[in-house]
C-alpha cells in the first residue's frame, strides 16, 4: 500500500525561489513540505550564480595581482591552478548546500528527495529516493529551467558545452567560441579573457546585451575588445563539429571558426513537462511557461507558480520575491508582484548593473527625459582604487524629477545597484538622492554626483556652459 502524507503548504522545487517560499509558507505557522529531485538549492546555487561567481571572484583576484606594481606591491613570478579554483568553487556550493539544508530545518520545513507529478489539483506523486502520494491545500510550483538545446548543433558536453556541463572544466582550453551575448555568455566570456583565453562571441543580433540597453551595449562591446575579445554581432551560427583539435563553428556565409571548445549560451527552456499540469488544470502559454496573475496564482485555485517556470523574468531574486509573494498568499494573505524595480546585474569585467526604465524604454513610453552621467575617473575613491572605468548614469523625468531608470558600469555595481533599486521601488527623486548624505569617500557618492549633473548643479565635475 502507498504511503500517504499530508500538508498544508507543498512547494516543488528547491531553488532560490522554492526554498524561500518553503521557509515563509513554515514562518507563517503552516505545515511545509519542500520537493527537490535534485539538489537543493536548484540550478542557482548548483550549477548557475554561486559558481560561476566563485569562479569570477578567482578570475577577479588574479588581475588584482597582475596590477600589483601599480599599488607599489612586488611580487614573484605569478601563476594559477585553475582545477584548484574549480575544487574551491565545488566548497563554496558544497558549503551552502548544508547550510541551507540547515536552515530550511530549523524552520520546520520537511524536505523529501523526489519527483514530483500532480495525479490531481490537489494531491502529487512523489517518486525517488522517497516515495508516497502526497496531498496538499495549496502547492507552489518553483521548478525553474535549463540550458536550451538547439537542435543544429546539441552539446556533447566535452568539447560543445552549455553552462551547465562548463563549469565541470578541470583544464583550460586555449581558445573558446561562445554562441550567445547574453548575460550568461558574456560573463563566462569575461571570465577566460581574464584568465588567458582566446574568446570569440558569436551572437545573432545587432549588439550583445541587447535587453539591457545601447548605452550598456556600446560601453560592454568597447570594453571586452580591450580585453581582446572578439565580438561577432548580426552573425548566426548553422552549425558546430567536433575535429581532432577542437571544434569548428559554421557562420552563415560560410565563414568559419576553429577553438578548443564551444560554449551554447543561447537561453534557457522552463521545466514544465512531465508534472502533470493536465491533471492539475494548470494552463500553459505558447513557450511552455505556466501562466501566472500578479498574486503569482495559476489557472487552478490553489496551485501558485514562481521562478523561471512562469517566464517572466528569469533572475534568482525575482524567484525569491516570487516566492514570498505566493507564500504570503497560499497562507492567506494579499500579496502582489511588481516588475518595475527589477535589478539586473551582469558579472563581468568590468561589472554592469541598471534598474528601471532603459532610455529607449522611457522615450517610447512619451517620457520626457534628463540624464546624468557621472564618470569614475572623477571619483576619488575610484582613484584610490585604482578603478577608475565606467560610470553611472541616472534617467530622470525632466518634469517631476522622478527617477525612470539608472546604470552603472564598473568597480562594485553590484552593489551599488541596491540604492537605485529602492528608489525607484520608492517613486523617489533627483533630489531624494541629493538630500542623503553619502558617505566620504565611497564608490556610491557617484550616485549623489549623477544627481547634481542631472540638475545642472555639479560639484565635482565641469559645469556644462550653457548655450548663449
Known amino acids: 500500500m502507498t504511503e500517504r502524507k499530508s500538508f498544508e503548504v507543498t512547494v516543488l522545487g528547491s531553488g532560490p525561489g522554492g526554498y524561500v517560499a518553503a521557509i515563509k509558507a513554515a514562518q507563517l505557522g503552516k505545515k511545509t513540505a519542500l520537493i527537490e529531485k535534485k539538489d537543493l538549492g536548484g540550478v542557482c546555487l548548483n550549477v548557475g550564480c554561486i559558481p560561476t561567481k566563485t569562479l569570477l571572484a578567482g578570475s577577479h583576484v588574479l588581475k588584482q595581482v597582475k596590477r600589483a606594481k601599480e599599488f607599489g606591491i612586488h611580487i614573484g613570478n605569478l601563476s594559477f591552478d585553475f582545477a584548484a579554483m574549480k575544487l574551491r568553487k565545488d566548497r563554496v556550493v558544497g558549503t551552502l548546500k548544508t547550510g541551507l539544508a540547515h536552515l530550511l530545518k530549523q524552520n520546520g520545513v520537511e524536505i523529501f528527495s523526489g519527483e514530483g507529478k500532480f495525479t490531481s489539483p490537489n494531491e502529487l506523486k512523489v517518486l525517488g529516493k522517497d516515495n508516497f502520494l502526497l496531498s496538499f491545500e495549496k502547492c507552489i510550483i518553483a521548478t525553474g529551467s535549463e540550458p536550451l538545446d538547439i537542435q543544429a548543433f546539441p552539446c556533447d558536453h566535452k568539447k560543445i558545452l552549455n553552462s551547465t556541463s562548463i563549469l565541470e572544466l578541470t583544464e583550460l582550453p586555449k581558445s573558446i567560441v561562445i554562441i550567445g551575448g547574453g548575460y550568461i555568455g558574456c560573463e563566462f566570456a569575461s571570465l577566460y579573457a581574464e584568465l588567458g583565453v582566446a574568446v570569440t562571441i558569436v551572437e545573432a543580433l545587432p549588439s550583445i546585451l541587447s535587453l539591457l540597453g545601447a548605452t550598456i551595449a556600446k560601453t560592454m562591446t568597447k570594453a ?104 504570503v498568499n497560499a497562507c492567506g494573505g494579499k500579496a502582489q508582484m511588481h516588475y518595475e524595480a527589477v535589478p539586473a546585474v551582469v558579472f563581468t569585467s568590468p561589472e554592469v548593473a541598471m534598474v528601471g526604465l532603459t532610455e529607449e524604454e522611457a522615450k517610447k513610453q512619451g517620457y520626457p527625459i534628463n540624464i546624468g552621467l557621472f564618470p569614475f575617473q572623477a571619483l576619488g575613491k575610484s582613484i584610490a582604487s585604482a578603478e577608475t572605468k565606467g560610470f553611472t548614469q541616472i534617467l530622470s523625468d525632466s518634469k517631476t524629477g522622478q527617477i525612470l531608470g539608472v546604470i552603472v558600469i564598473g568597480y562594485e555595481a553590484s552593489s551599488l545597484i541596491a540604492e537605485m533599486a529602492l528608489a525607484i521601488q520608492n517613486e523617489l527623486t533627483i533630489d531624494s538622492v541629493i538630500d542623503t548624505i553619502h558617505a566620504h569617500p565611497t564608490i556610491a557618492e557617484a550616485w549623489l554626483e549623477s544627481a547634481l549633473i542631472a540638475k545642472g548643479t555639479p560639484l565635482h565635475f565641469p559645469q556644462k556652459k550653457k548655450t548663449p
Open 224 to 327: 571586452f575588445q580591450e580585453l581582446k575579445i572578439e565580438v561577432l554581432t548580426n552573425t548566426s551560427v548553422e552549425g558546430i563539429k567536433n575535429t581532432e583539435t577542437g571544434v569548428t563553428v559554421s557562420l552563415q556565409g560560410g565563414k568559419t571558426l576553429q577553438a578548443d571548445l564551444a560554449l551554447v549560451a543561447v537561453g534557457r527552456k522552463v521545466n514544465s513537462e512531465n508534472l502533470g499540469l493536465d491533471k492539475a488544470l494548470v494552463k500553459l502559454g505558447e513557450k511552455g511557461e505556466i501562466e501566472v496573475d500578479e498574486y503569482m496564482q495559476t489557472s487552478s485555485e490553489g496551485i501558485f507558480a514562481i521562478g523561471d517556470v512562469t517566464g517572466k523574468v528569469l533572475l534568482a531574486h525575482v524567484a525569491s520575491h516570487q516566492g514570498l509573494v505566493a507564500a
